[in-house]
């Protein structure tokens, strides 16, 4: 079955330091994409990346980056100079191939982030 | 970048009513949109998948005569919790998505707590 499983409940970085946060999936699929989202104590999801199974180079966006490490079935999100702004919960979530027409998310469980001054 | 509109923001009502909550992509045609739950601090719970014209698909454990879901356009996707009751309280939020590889895009959510 497929899974997503983020084993940091919460974290705490130094604003201006980078972080990592970590995911790791598992699916039989051979096509599948991944995401993260930031979802802030307003409660909006807020989509910061995607990585796809078949990408070779490693997907950035300003200061974030996706660490894609398929053999490790893995893709940890890293935040490059922490700002106070980044404190939020973070999800990781994954998509299945083509399996389908719905291509529904599979959600992790989320890390919560707290950057201090 | 997509704009998906979710309304309302919140909602308080008593035990025993209707809720509709409307998730609207403002500047993208989305074929399908996802309904999900989340309650706190926990993860979210795809709830069902509404593509436009067509029945929703729900989730296992997912009642679909408590949770009514219509897409009847392009643009627009509603969920109506029927008979609500206190635990129905949640986090509603919905995604919309054009096609193919392209992101999820988020509502802003609807915190619903029935008395």
């Known amino acids: 079955a497929q899974k997503i499983t983020q084993t940091q409940p919460g974290m705490f970085v130094q604003e201006k330091e980078a972080v990592t946060l970590d995911c790791t999936y598992d699916t039989s699929d051979q096509s599948y994409g991944l995401f993260w989202y930031k979802q802030p104590s307003s409660g909006e999801m807020i989509f910061l990346i995607y990585q796809g199974s078949y990408d070779e180079q490693n997907a950035t966006e300003g200061r974030y980056s996706l660490n894609f490490q398929k053999a490790r079935k893995s893709a940890n999100l890293v935040i490059s100079a922490s700002q106070l702004g980044d404190s939020a919960m973070y999800f990781c979530a994954m998509r299945e191939g083509h399996r389908g027409a719905t291509n529904k998310l599979i959600f992790g469980t989320g890390t919560l982030l707290a950057v201090q001054p | 970048g997509a704009v998906v509109s979710q309304h309302p923001s919140w909602v308080i009502c008593k035990s025993g009513t209707s809720v509709k909550i409307e998730c609207r992509s403002l500047d993208f045609q989305a074929t399908t949109m996802f309904w999900y739950r989340q309650f706190p601090k926990q993860s979210l719970m795809l709830m069902a998948t509404s593509n436009e014209g067509s029945k929703a698909t729900y989730e296992q454990g997912v009642e679909k005569d408590k949770f009514l879901i219509n897409h009847a356009s392009l643009t627009l996707s509603t969920l109506t919790v029927t008979s609500a009751h206190p635990e129905d309280s949640s986090f509603y939020i919905c995604?919309?998505?054009?096609?193919?590889?392209?992101?999820?895009?988020f509502g802003d959510g609807t915190r619903l707590s029935i008395l």
């Open positions: 995604s919309a998505r054009v096609l193919g590889n392209q992101p999820q895009h």
